[in-house]
């Protein structure tokens, strides 16, 4: 007879049911307890998940925040500056004065130049972020970009007193990539290096191939960048102390944003190297195209 089916006053047999009971339900409490942990476990880790999500959710707020405030304002002065202009040559002020006409129509036209810039910038940017694998791409001889370059970044250096010495392949590898894109790479580093460098210093270009990379060098002697900003020059809008103390040296901090994801879209390596009122280097290598669609 089993113990489950024995009668009430037969104790011994009761005993086992009991024991038989008690083990069952220590089975099913321990089983219980088991998956209860399990489920805390999961829910500790969910909510770390739910809670780095929300970290991000509002650096992301934030950013989109930073980033409106900064376009409008970035828009808003040169409008604000060709609007003047154009109601100081409507109202007659300068009726009659051709000389000054002139000088105001051609700061007009910087500040139209600018905001161009900035809206070129802004559409590669957004480009890059929401297709950066679908972009054009061909195999061209990085050497053809060297001559539009070296005639606007000697015009430019001219214009700011700073010596610009080239030192370029003679027979410049292909490479698979966005023309128009690795050229805005190029000259972005190039204007940076003379731009924060002081009158009459010297900015050195070298341009070779190296194994199985393509490697521009830009080598400047001018502010530098403070060893904790270096992380950070590739961050949106991120602009270091020592630039943002010199009113003449304009801009928002997009460019060197807009070199990372272009190289990075490229299967490219940027490296910087600098000291702060001594200078920097920057490299940048792209793999050398073996074949078309390498």
Known sequence: MKSDDCEIIDSKCHLERIENWHSRFEADIKLLIETLGKMNARSIEATRECSKHYK????????????????????????????????????????????????????????????????????????????????????????????SLVEEMNEYAMECSIRLEWNLCDDCPLIYG??????????????????????????????????????????????????????KIFDIFFRGENTKRDSVKEGIGLGLSLVKRIIDAHKGFIRVESRLHEGTTVEVRFPVAIKEGA
Do not use: C, W
């Open 56 to 147: 991000k959710t509002i650096e992301l707020t934030k950013a989109k925040t930073r980033f409106t405030f900064e376009v409008s304002h970035e828009l808003k002065a040169p409008l604000a500056s060709v609007y003047n202009i154009i109601n100081v040559i409507l109202d007659g002020y300068l009726e009659g004065d051709t000389s000054k006409q002139i000088e105001y129509l051609t700061r007009a036209k910087v500040r139209v130049k600018s905001i161009i810039d900035l809206l070129n910038d802004l559409l590669v940017f957004s480009r890059l972020e929401e297709s950066a694998n679908e972009l054009e791409k061909e195999v061209f001889g990085v050497g053809q970009l060297f001559p």
């Open 178 to 231: 966005n023309e128009e894109l690795i050229r805005r790479v190029f000259a972005n580093l190039i204007h940076n290096a003379v731009k924060y460098s002081m009158q009459d210093n010297l900015v050195r270009v070298t341009a070779e191939k190296v194994e199985n990379y393509f490697l521009l060098i830009v080598e400047d002697n001018g502010i530098g960048i403070k060893d904790d900003e270096i992380e």
